[in-house]
């Protein structure tokens, strides 16, 4: 029969608190990309294409034709 082993209790917390940091790290680091590429880069190219399909002028008539622009007032459905 082999004699116990004793614990090594010199270093450990040390070595636990290293170990958690790094996987902390690894897990931070895989949070950001996954919002990275699941969700910004998806929202920036929906608003790159909405720029570009997007007609300020035509905009704008429409708010004035329902009346929600306050400066000016809505036009009549005969105009």
């Given at each position: 029969m082999?004699?116990?082993l004793?614990?090594?209790?010199r270093?450990?917390?040390?070595r636990d608190?290293?170990?958690?940091?790094v996987?902390m790290?690894g897990?931070?680091?895989a949070?950001?990309?996954?919002?990275?590429?699941?969700?910004l880069?998806?929202?920036?190219?929906?608003?790159e294409?909405h720029?570009k399909?997007y007609?300020?002028?035509k905009?704008a008539?429409?708010?004035k034709?329902y009346?929600l622009l306050q400066s000016?007032?809505?036009?009549?459905k005969?105009?």
């Amino acid at each position: 029969m082999s004699p116990l082993l004793k614990p090594q209790l010199r270093g450990h917390l040390r070595r636990d608190t290293l170990k958690h940091a790094v996987i902390m790290g690894g897990i931070v680091v895989a949070a950001f990309l996954s919002y990275k590429y699941l969700h910004l880069e998806p929202k920036k190219r929906a608003c790159e294409e909405h720029e570009k399909n997007y007609d300020a002028v035509k905009h704008a008539q429409e708010l004035k034709r329902y009346g929600l622009l306050q400066s000016t007032k809505p036009k009549k459905k005969d105009e």
